[in-house]
């Protein structure tokens, strides 16, 4: 049972003599609070333990309003799937305050447990039902991201122009190019009309589309990559860019500085550069200095690498003279251009020329990537 507290407990500084002159001061003995047995292994904590408590409450407090407050605004970004990127900014600040909340003071399990449980029924209600959805929207995202930081990188820095994407086959858009340039060959103003946005038919607009595929697709990337693993003077570049025409012929072999990359080499090939400047979209020719020719001496490999970059660079421009000749040997006259233009391409493409055309564009590109592969 419990023992009963003596209230009228006094304490005496003299003795208990009446006669005694000394004043006696009653002083009431330290009150002291009996507890339970079971209860006397629980030792109160001293007032700074207190104190301490306090303010540990209202930080707690804080951190919860703070919690909340970041509950309801993830509530509210669930709506918007733009903004999923930003759930783990405030998954960090939460975390970032739950660590803040627990002082040693307060890590105790019932605490901890709290705190976890009001976490954790956050996450159970957005994430643990999307979490496969949302890393799919996340990586979506970032890919788009990436695809367009690239994408407008190299398009600010010249190396591709804009164009839509199309998902027609190779084939198609050869023989559109095929089509344009035999319009063009009787209407020499066409191809012009088409890239100063003159003509907005359908058809003219497949066209111009073909005719960038062409340029940005297959010719200007593999011509990039010649260049950049090669070390041709700025010069030797212009030159060969100019020429429509050119013959690589074997002569004797001379050791001198090759014309081309200006290295000490064994040089036994001379390049002869030839032909009209051209318009590389109206691809219209300029008579001026048409007769002008260029002869360099090269090394074996300069060489080589002249023949795979001509051929493509200028493959749109012959395949246009092509296309010329065949509209001026034909003999039908007093017929209207579009009759003429699906008369010839119907005869073209029944005879195998598109497709062998096609086929000396494929040849060239693989000369173009297996000559990458070269140091």
């Not at 014309?259 to 032909?275: D, H, I, P």
């Not at 970059?309 to 039908?332: A, M």
Request: glycine share 2%.
């Amino acid at each position: 049972g419990k023992r009963k507290r003596l209230n009228t407990s006094v304490l005496y500084d003299s003795d208990e003599s009446e006669d005694s002159d000394i004043l006696v001061r009653k002083v009431f003995a330290k009150r002291r609070c009996i507890m339970d047995e079971d209860e006397s292994s629980e030792e109160q904590q001293p007032d700074k333990t207190c104190s301490t408590e306090n303010v540990s409450t209202n930080r707690k407090q804080k951190v919860f309003a703070k919690l909340k407050e970041l509950a309801t605004r993830r509530a509210t970004r669930r709506s918007c799937s733009s903004e999923n990127c930003e759930d783990s900014d405030d998954d960090a600040e939460v975390e970032s305050l739950c660590h803040l909340s627990l002082t040693p003071a307060e890590g105790s399990e019932t605490d901890s447990d709290s705190m976890k449980d009001f976490i954790v029924e956050e996450e159970e209600d957005d994430d643990d039902d999307n979490t496969e959805h949302i890393k799919k929207k996340n990586n979506s995202y970032c890919i788009f991201n990436i695809a367009y930081t690239f994408f407008f990188f190299f398009f600010n820095s010249g190396y591709i122009a804009f164009f839509p994407v199309s998902r027609c086959d190779h084939s198609v858009h050869f023989k559109r190019i095929v089509k344009a340039f035999l319009i063009n060959a009787i209407d020499d103003t066409f191809l012009s009309s088409l890239y100063d946005g003159t003509r907005q038919k359908q058809y003219a607009q497949d066209m111009l589309l073909s005719l960038h595929y062409l340029d940005d697709r297959f010719i200007q990337p593999r011509l990039e990559n010649l260049i950049s693993r090669s070390r041709w003077k700025d010069r030797y570049k212009e030159r060969v860019d100019c020429y429509p025409d050119v013959r690589i012929i074997l002569k004797n072999p001379k050791n001198m500085s090759c014309q081309a990359c200006e290295l000490n080499r064994y040089c036994k090939f001379n390049v002869l550069l030839s032909g009209k400047l051209y318009n590389s979209r109206t691809l219209e020719a300029d008579d001026f200095m048409s007769d002008d020719k260029q002869v360099l001496k090269v090394g074996m490999v300069c060489a080589n690498r002249t023949r795979v970059y001509h051929n493509l660079k200028h493959f749109k421009y012959k395949l246009y003279v092509d296309c010329s000749s065949i509209t001026e040997l034909d003999g039908v006259k007093d017929e209207p251009v579009k009759d003429t233009v699906e008369r010839l391409l119907s005869q073209l493409e029944d005879s195998g020329w598109i497709q062998k055309r096609y086929n000396d564009l494929e040849a060239y590109m693989n000369d173009a990537d297996s000559f990458q592969e070269e140091k």
